[in-house]
């Protein structure tokens, strides 16, 4: 009998040993439920085989065909993986809506000896749950945004702050993105429902009693978009602002980008699109201070005509609450660790 879970809460607690997801291999690298090992019933291939013969011949064939590469699959999978559990082992199976490949796996498990159960809707029963609490139900946390310029640490502090008990939600971790043009990172972005599943999880291992700190940003993070619940929520949150002289911001941010500048003609691409924002006089002022290797210029450039212009419009559309400004006088390890004492003083006290 499937297992219906009704909770985000009650699914990511489900007591088993392992959960199995038995779809194909590029499904389960789009999202899947956190912790699971993927098991595939059928493979990229094979389900595209089996997809095409559905649609141009017969659901009959279709499930004939399936069905023998499912077995051939499982099988591999039981002499593979799966060959060291014992007779207590408990696994939890699921694939897309919770119908046949997981059925089926799981039948063949059950044979077996092992209590294998299947996931009620499958999937799509999960992403139910990740989407009612990102898309529909207001989010039940105390948000805190840390608010400041471009280039003045907050990423760093955000960090130092965790390290010191506070309850800190990391956006730009989880969408493997420095929320910049020029943040993006080795490796790309996550996809938006595998971007919004760490953000649930995430979410839910934190105390709602308790605020939790999260970085003033955009409403996107690199092409990932953050889900109405929680951006509504960031909108009404009070903040904590940290402000730093512009020498100290341009410093930070050579450090902290050195990767990007060892390709000069990368950060050309990346500034392109701002030519149709600022003109092509400006960027190509840029584009020489980038050729002529002096990356601290370019960064301050980048920050009183492009940065600090958008965020000082965006301050005087938007009013918020401001609960604390903290000065920092540098940006090097002891300027973050006195910031983020200061921080932590203002923060304590709500």
Known sequence: M???FDTLDALLN???????????????????????VNLPALDNAQRAQVG????????????????????????????????????SWRPLVYCWRGGQRSGSFASILTQIGWRAQTV??????????????????PLPHRLVLLDGYTGTAKTAILARL??????????????????????????GQPSQKGFETALAVALHALDPARPVLVEAESSK????????????????????VITAPLA???????????????????????LAPLRNIRGHAIVDGWIGLLRAGDFPALAAALMTQHYDPAYTKSRRIDTHTVIATV????????????????????????
């Open 52 to 87: 095409t013969v559905y649609k141009q011949v017969s659901p009959f064939d279709a499930r004939k065909i399936g069905a023998a590469m499912v077995a051939r699959n499982v099988a591999d999978h039981i002499d593979g993986p799966l060959a060291s559990q014992d007779g």
């Open 248 to 270: 100290a911001r341009a410093h930070y941010l050579t450090q902290t980008y050195a990767d990007i500048i060892t390709d000069p003609d990368e950060v050309a691409r990346r």
């Open 162 to 187: 965790g390290a010191r008990g506070v309850q800190v939600l990391d956006l730009e971790a989880l969408a493997a993105h420095r929320g910049s043009l020029l943040g993006g990172t080795p490796g």
């Open 327 to 350: 000065q920092a006088q540098t940006l090097d390890d002891a300027g973050q660790a006195r910031a983020a004492d200061a921080l932590l003083k203002a923060i304590s006290a709500l």
């Open 221 to 240: 993070i690199g092409r990932i978009t953050l889900p109405p619940s929680l951006w509504q929520a960031m909108l009404a949150a009070p903040r904590v």
């Open 2 to 4: 499937p297992i219906a």
């Open 120 to 137: 009620q809707g499958g999937y799509q029963s999960f992403r139910h749950l990740v989407n009612k609490a990102l898309h529909i139900d």
């Open 14 to 36: 489900h007591g088993f040993d392992t959960v199995i997801d038995v779809r194909s291999p590029a499904e389960f690298a789009t999202d899947h439920i956190p912790g699971a």
